[in-house]
């Protein structure tokens, strides 16, 4: 028993620590006739707090002075505010819950006319036991449009490290894994030699025992 519930909780560490909330940010560079995703993440700071979230996507041309909202997301209900969008802009964050926190949005067939400024409007609601409690964040992602596409020092280095850290995640993992089933063998060894111990005082105690009674005869 106390084997399997160390390893629950090693299994639990892990995998509390694996699906951490990184906010990373958004690629500003989009191509004609591409898809894009636009980024944007804005993590929950107490895990354990329950929270409802919806997301509001908002758009400003370079020509243009004020934001104009293009799109809204609630756990499983986009809708597309802007006609111009309409078949071209999907979900690409969170699904199936109201706690989002992975709010990105996918442009598809991208044209000149997506180049500009982008800002997405977090509106989050913490649960807690006697009160509600509003949060609201707001990220801007400027959008610049070319007709071919262009890879930058920055964006190869990022990728690297992107797959640098998965890699040392995953040796993370598998190093924890072995600790803990090392854990789980060595207190299994522990009970075999307690039970083989116990096993033997037995043993003894009964040819004694034995001794005893044929002394007496």
């Not at 958004?26 to 191509?31: G, I, L």
């Not at 929950?44 to 400003?60: D, H, L, P, Q, S």
């Not at 020509?63 to 309409?86: L, M, T």
């Not at 033997?200 to 001794?211: G, H, Q, R, V, Y």
């Amino acid at each position: 028993m106390d084997s399997w519930l160390l390893m629950l909780l090693c299994l639990t560490a892990v995998s509390s620590c694996w699906a951490g909330c990184v906010e990373v940010e958004s690629e500003t560079e989009a191509v004609v006739g591409r898809e894009f995703k636009i980024r944007c993440i804005s993590c929950k700071k107490r895990g354990e707090t329950k929270a409802i979230t919806f997301v509001e996507w908002f758009f400003r041309a370079k020509a243009d002075d004020a934001f104009r909202v293009i799109y809204y997301y609630q756990k499983d209900a986009p809708d597309i505010k802007d006609e111009r969008y309409s078949g071209r802009l999907l979900w690409s964050g969170s699904n199936h819950t109201e706690d989002l926190q992975d709010v990105s949005i996918q442009i598809t067939n991208v044209t000149e006319e997506d180049e500009g400024e982008y800002m997405c409007k977090v509106n989050r609601t913490l649960e807690f036991e006697n009160h509600y409690y509003n949060i609201n964040v707001s990220k801007f992602v400027q959008v610049t449009v070319v007709p071919k596409a262009n890879r930058d020092v920055a964006s190869i280095v990022s990728e690297i490290m992107m797959y640098v850290l998965i890699v040392v995640l995953t040796i993370w993992l598998v190093a924890e894994m072995v600790y803990c089933y090392r854990k789980i063998a060595a207190a299994g060894e522990e009970t075999v030699l307690e039970n083989a111990s116990d096993y033997l005082a037995i043993t003894s105690e009964t040819k004694d025992n034995c001794l005893g009674v044929q002394a007496q005869e």
